[in-house]
């Protein structure tokens, strides 16, 4: 047994749960174990938002952690941890961005929740310079961004260095990424900046591009990102930075770091200056002089949060003069001249009035919980995100219970909680069938979601099948990109692949389209007849099935040859799966693995397991699915794959292709190759077996001659093809 855990029972030998604690309640014992527990998981956390880009709790949870960390402390100094949060900044960079250490390190802030917290504030400074009653202690107060910090160096006015906060004492070098922001000047304004300037502030995402980043994202069924503050950091930390260019990113100044000179003296007069050096500062920003004006600040930021275009989550709060900044100084982790005054989590109550489901392009199905519409932090809310079907389970919720709604990150609402789980209602189920088409749904072991089987007839998925269908590694259709397939999907000249093939029908149609003309359209029809034949393995990849890629494409393809003697392979297996059936004393479990091991020696394909086979089998089993495929054959003819590739004389060989092939591409070239088992390579070596010699061909064929490998040119290289490899040559 670890030795922690003999500890953690002794300290705390009932194993309770120490986090339904008040921290004034808990022993000595049990907070040593708590602040372990603490130090752990926000560590956790901490990694996968700033490392991951990817929170796994609203931000308000994680506050509520870290300020519980807080008051554990408060209550026992002595047991504060070197790995306590309150002694950190951030967590480590760890992007594969050149690092650098910050000259002036880049702190936190202290946050406050209550009022209560702005008044002790205020009497911290008040007592440390022993100010009189009548004394105003001056504050500019300001919206706390939700963004990410970066430091931007400018030397003699012209931007040299760029750095994220990373983990305060070291960042990322993201110098090329920033250049590419708008509101970041590569020369500052004006002539009167400090010789050398830090400017410090808040890079971020405006909430609108935000929603059509993620749109985007969706579309081209990339990663979409939990909030504005994640997109951000993704976007910026780039080692691309054309990516981030394409990603409209903002920056406010909020501070400074390094100066060879202050040009004010009090941070609001600095701020005026960042300004007029062409960096953008809030509009919001403004000095109160006492903590009424400061509370009824905060109060007219919150309501005003729901209208911003970005994200923010409290207010700050810096003592005004400079001199007395750098009296009052810095903690390890923060300076103790600011306050972040944090705003509390946006909740209200509303009933759930239905669950329903939408159907991504890929398949996924989403539920969706359909509220009676209620005002959350301003805005009204009357739909939210369940994810998937565990997060339904986990909140136990039915259409006609209270639930808590909560809008995280201020964009997608949640909901956090299910009020009346003890109401006798039945349990919603996710259903198992596609909302859209009907097909079968399903979710695969290890996976969350649920998806929809229908991916060649479900008219939410069609589009981006057909894409994938005419796509350079499937049918490699010329000129039908996806902008074409999206207008003529949503005209009804394209709706499932069989009838690209019937396209020509529709010539004097086409002609006739906006930005067509004759002879783009012949142009199309002749890349489309060009494909009516397509090797065995590349119209299986084309179908779109689940798990089934080039390469398990081209395995089945191999092993069966012919499209009907695979197709009679499947059938067969279908049957097989049919009488399979459970014994009475078998688990559901055991049950599925038998089944899969008899599917899975019956294909008796190597890498093939249960997970393709399953999705194979279903995709045919899908009555849609086998029409569609039955269409296409109609017009399209499906060539086997008949020769033997270890008798191939080419067998084993390495090929290396130069100069420019006039019939075929280099990746046509290449898959000849690999059809025929030889290796194609891309420079010439002692190793390499045969030179194919396009035209223009130089160095590699100057290289080739030199170390006497045998040169063919591009007909010849056709005629061993058709000749499926048999050639006199020697090689
Ligand atoms: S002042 C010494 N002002 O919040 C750090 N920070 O939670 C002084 N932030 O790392 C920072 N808006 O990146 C300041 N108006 C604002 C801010 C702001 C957002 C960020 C900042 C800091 C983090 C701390």
Redesign the pocket.
Known sequence: MNADIDLFSYLNPEKQDLSALAPKDLSREQAIVELERLAKLISHYDHLYHDKDNPAIPDSEYDALVLRNRRIEQFFPDLIRPDSPSQK??SRPNSRLPKIAHRAA????D?GFLDQDVEDFLGRVRRFFNLKENQAVICTV????????CSLRYEKGILTQAVT?GDGVIGEDVTSNVRVIDDIPKILKGNNWPEIIEI???VYMAKSDFSALNARQTEENKKVFANPRNAAAGSLRQLDPNITARRSLRF?A??WGESTSLPADTQYGMMKMIESYGLSV?NLLARAENIGQMLDFYQKIEAERADLDFD?DG??Y?LDQLDWQQRFG?SAR??RF?L?HKFPAEKAQTTLLDIEIQVGRTGVLTPVAKLEPVTVGGVVVSSATLHNSDEIERLGVRPGDRVLVQRAGDVIPQIIENLTPDVDRPIWHFPHRCPVCESVARREDGEVAWRCTGGLICPAQRVERLCHFVSRTAFEIDGLGKSHIESFFADKLIETPADIFRLFQKRQFLIEREGWGEISVDNLISAIEKRRKIPFDRFLFALGIRHVGAVTARDLAKSYQTWDNFKAAIDEAAHLRTILQPSSDESEEKYQKRVDKELISFFHIPNMGGKIIRSLLDFFAETHNSDVVSDLLQEVQVEALYFELASSPLSGKIIVFTGSLQKITRDEAKRQAENLGAKVASSVSKKTNLVVAGEAAGSKLLKAKELDISIIDEDRWHRIVENTGQDSIKI
């Open positions: 900044v951030g880049m702190l936190s802030l946050n300001e919206p706390k961004i939700d963004g990410l910090s906060r410090r502030g808040e406010l909020h501070g809030s923010i207010v700050v810096k810095f923060a300076p600011a972040a």
